[in-house]
C-alpha cells in the first residue's frame, strides 16, 4: 500500500505564501507522474498542477505566475509553492501520484483558507 501524506495548509492573508508538501511512503517502486489538485465547497476536483518524473510542469491557467510545483525524487516528496494567494484559492488541496504502473493514489487533503 502507499500512503501519501500532505502538510503545509492553513489560514492565509491574501497576497499570503504558502508552501504544500507531500511525501509517499510504503510500497512506491516507481513514481511516475506527481501533482496537486484542488476542490473547492461545492465545486469538483480540479487539476492545480503536476509534474512528470523528467520534471516538466503543468499548470492550470489559473495559478500560473503565483505557483511552483517541484519534487524530491530520493524523498518520494511533492511541492507547491503558492504566492500571491488569492481568496478564491481557498479550497481543500490534495496530492496525487501516479505509478509506473498507472495507478493513481491520493493524500487526504490539506485545507488552505485565504481571507480578504
Known amino acids: 500500500q502507499v500512503q501519501l501524506v500532505e502538510s503545509g495548509g492553513g489560514l492565509v492573508q491574501a497576497g499570503g505564501s504558502l508552501r504544500l508538501s507531500c511525501s509517499a511512503s510504503g510500497s512506491v517502486f516507481r513514481v511516475n507522474a506527481m501533482g496537486w489538485y484542488r476542490q473547492a465547497p461545492g465545486k469538483q476536483r480540479d487539476l492545480v498542477a503536476d509534474?512528470?518524473?523528467?520534471?516538466?510542469?503543468n499548470y492550470a491557467d489559473s495559478v500560473k505566475g503565483r505557483f511552483t510545483i517541484s519534487r524530491d525524487n530520493a524523498k518520494s516528496t511533492v511541492y507547491l509553492q503558492m504566492n500571491g494567494l488569492k481568496p478564491e484559492d481557498t479550497a481543500v488541496y490534495y496530492c496525487?501520484?501516479?505509478?509506473?504502473?498507472?495507478?493513481?493514489?491520493w493524500g487526504k487533503g490539506a485545507l488552505v483558507f485565504v481571507s480578504s
Open positions: 509534474i512528470t518524473s523528467g520534471g516538466s510542469t
Open positions: 496525487r501520484i501516479t505509478s509506473s504502473f498507472g495507478n493513481h493514489y
